[in-house]
């Protein structure tokens, strides 16, 4: 069993900023990719940004050069860095973890229950 929680989300005004905090623990051997991912009522969650256990980011084109995705691989952490933030990107923010087990070794996917960000002045 892995579990994933997330931190963070609040009311910002337009322009102004956020970290979201996600920290995974439980059965797992590594954790390889994590991410954010964001949705809305009425409309399919979609992608933020990930990261690799290497480094390697990946971002939505709606947020590059906003958003910063980074972790603490010792922690098991992943953070969003959200600046410059807009009332478009108000959603419930999700973070997804992908391991492997630790006995198994098999693939697995876990998320959390998600952190809502308003953006509104």
């Known amino acids: 069993q892995v579990q994933v929680v997330e931190s963070g989300g609040g009311l910002v005004q337009p322009g102004g900023t956020l970290r979201l905090s996600c920290a995974a623990s439980?059965?797992?051997?590594?954790?390889?990719?994590m991410g954010w991912y964001r949705q809305v009522p009425g409309k399919q969650r979609e992608l933020v940004a990930t990261i690799t256990s290497e480094g390697s980011t990946n971002y939505a084109d709606s947020v590059k050069g906003r958003f910063t995705i980074s972790r603490d691989n010792t922690k098991k952490t992943v953070y969003l860095q959200m600046n410059s933030l807009k009332p478009e990107d108000a959603a419930n923010y999700y973070c997804?973890?992908?391991?492997?087990?630790?006995?198994?070794?098999?693939?697995?996917?876990?998320w959390g229950q998600g952190t809502q960000v308003f953006v509104s002045s």
């Open positions: 439980g059965m797992f051997r590594s954790i390889n990719l």
């Open positions: 997804n973890v992908q391991y492997l087990h630790i006995a198994t070794f098999q693939a697995g996917s876990a």
